[in-house]
């Protein structure tokens, strides 16, 4: 299954195969860093407003594509919003990965992250944070990335075929 | 001299930021006034904002999530770029990560420097601290010794750059404490919260469908 995590609201994409699409079609709280879903319930957000259960959905994927406007070599703050909530995919425990300390996995799927950033004055230093921050990301989630791709505008990624 | 030192931990207390900070303080002594705020997950940006519009620096501490600063701080900057409220000034940040390598803090600390490049502020430096986890279990040790050396050295550095409102090289630090005994550490933590909360060692593994 392929999951969908955007800033866009109404998104128009062409999409193949069973997917998910989480975008801000509901107001999301943000993390309060009690990490009671490593702690008091393990795999699961407890804050109950429609996106606690995103850790669980990233378990059953296969793909995850971020489509976000670059925001000083970030995600926005809503797809960040959703990763901070989503931490559950992930055990709290380390792992010594590639010489570095990362999180041990709590599923044993493997994500393909493939990221579209769009905006319209995005510099060649914002772009290389954000490749980075993708590829940190997939260290974190097990991973592997696929193709980090930006567009000049959200107009750009209308209908695009994923 | 007014540095704005803002708390920018999701939590509304108790945060490895606060314990950080207070060593920073330390060393920012009496050398400049300090308008000291809380940007927890609850807190209204326009509270904020009125709270720290005056100071000629601002220096934002906050824990490393998922790679990155949390999504609060990243919508606080966002509000502060789309409502064009703050220029000119000199920017810090310290990110703390609970990985053991301060390094991992780098794209996060880069994403406040591009805020400042977009908004006319000056990036004036960061710390990326590694070993966040361990603060707390330091509290006693006194500030610049023990495995907080190294640490504290690089606080004591951008402690002296904001006090003279200059710029300084970001710098990424770890813990003077060996790795594995940290994730040792880190591992013994977990186990006991979730315990604490009544559930097994095994429960932190837990796959739901």
């Not at chain 2, 400042?116 to 710390?127: D, H, Y």
Request: with cysteine; charged share 25%.
């Amino acid at each position: 299954m392929k999951l969908i995590i955007t800033d866009i609201k109404n998104p128009n994409f062409n999409i193949s195969g069973e997917h998910q699409i989480i975008s801000p079609q509901r107001d999301i709280k943000p993390c309060i860093g009690c990490f009671a879903c490593w702690t008091k319930t393990p795999g699961e957000c407890i804050i109950r407003d429609g996106y606690n259960k995103t850790g669980i959905t990233m378990g059953k994927c296969d793909e995850l594509i971020i489509i976000s406007e670059c925001r000083y070599g970030s995600v926005s703050s809503f797809v960040k919003n959703v990763q901070d909530r989503a931490i559950s995919y992930i055990h709290p425990c380390f792992v010594i990965k590639k010489g570095e300390m990362h999180h041990k996995r709590r599923y044993f799927n493997t994500l393909k992250l493939t990221a579209y950033f769009y905006g319209n004055d995005i510099t060649e230093e914002e772009k290389e944070n954000a490749r980075n921050l993708m590829q940190s990301n997939v260290d974190n989630y097990n991973g592997e990335l696929g193709k980090v791709y930006f567009y000049n505008s959200k107009e750009d990624l209308e209908g695009i075929a994923l | 001299m007014k540095i704005a030192i803002i708390n920018a931990s999701p939590k509304t207390r108790n945060s490895n930021s606060e314990l950080i900070l207070s060593d920073l303080k330390h060393y920012l002594n009496d050398q400049c006034e300090i308008i000291d705020t809380k940007l927890s997950y609850n807190c209204a940006f326009n509270r904020v904002y009125n709270e720290v519009k005056d100071a000629d620096s601002w220096l934002f501490a906050y824990p490393l999530y998922v790679d990155n600063m949390p999504s609060h701080l990243l919508k606080f900057l966002e509000w502060l770029s789309d409502n064009k409220l703050s220029t000119k000034r000199n920017i810090y940040a310290i990110c703390n990560c609970g990985f053991y390598e301060g390094v991992q803090a780098e794209c996060a600390i880069n994403v406040v420097k591009f805020w400042c490049n977009k908004t006319g502020n000056v990036f004036s430096g960061g710390v990326g601290v590694g070993g966040g986890e361990a603060f707390d279990a330091l509290k006693s040790v006194p500030v610049g010794y023990g495995p907080k050396t190294s640490i504290d050295k690089a606080l004591g550095t951008i402690a002296q750059a904001i006090a003279t409102k200059s710029t300084t090289s970001s710098k990424f630090v770890n813990l003077d404490y060996p790795r594995f005994l940290y994730k040792i550490g880190a591992t013994g933590r977990w186990h006991k919260l979730i315990r604490k909360n009544g559930g097994k060692v095994k429960d932190l593994g837990r796959q739901l469908t």
